[in-house]
């Protein structure tokens, strides 16, 4: 048995569970799990630069050229290039995660499931939200029935 979540869905999922208040064993089930998104979302992260770097236009070396932006430095990209890694990204971010259920994950596991399918967090932006946090929260609330789905899976 795996737990099985698309890519896009882990940098939310664990900022959202980072975000509870949860004590004891719940709490160490929690830092233990995202411990692993952090380690995934880090590949992920190298995979989007690898990406980046091989349709970036090239230097004379023949490494991928970045100029500086208002944002900080940025590969150069043709609009062709900036289109294919677009699609790439993406197909990466739709690939599962899996995680696989052993006798040494099994009770986290079943306490993540428990915390995340029995959840009273509102959902939803809330009046002060800034427009960042506000999207954020939306983000949230339409990815929260895929986290569902994933753990009521296991």
Not at 28 to 57: G, M, N
Not at 79 to 89: L, N, T
Request: charged fraction near 30%; hydrophobic fraction near 40%.
């Amino acid at each position: 048995m795996a737990f099985k979540i698309k890519k896009a869905y882990l940098l939310g999922l664990g900022n959202w569970l980072n975000d509870l208040s949860l004590t004891g064993a719940a709490s160490r089930a929690r830092t233990r799990f995202v411990e692993q998104l952090q380690a995934q979302l880090q590949i992920i992260d190298k995979d989007r630069v690898a990406i980046l770097e091989s349709h970036a236009d090239k230097n004379e070396d023949g490494t991928a050229k970045k100029e500086a932006g208002d944002n900080g430095e940025h590969y150069v990209l043709s609009e062709e290039a900036s289109k294919a890694v677009a699609k790439e990204y993406s197909e990466l971010l739709m690939e599962e995660y899996l995680l696989d259920i052993t006798d040494a994950n099994r009770l986290q596991m079943e306490s993540l499931r428990t915390i995340v399918l029995e959840s009273d967090y509102r959902f939803g932006p809330r009046e002060g939200d800034s427009p960042e946090v506000a999207q954020i929260r939306i983000r949230q609330m339409n990815d929260y029935p895929a986290w569902c789905d994933a753990f009521e899976a296991i």
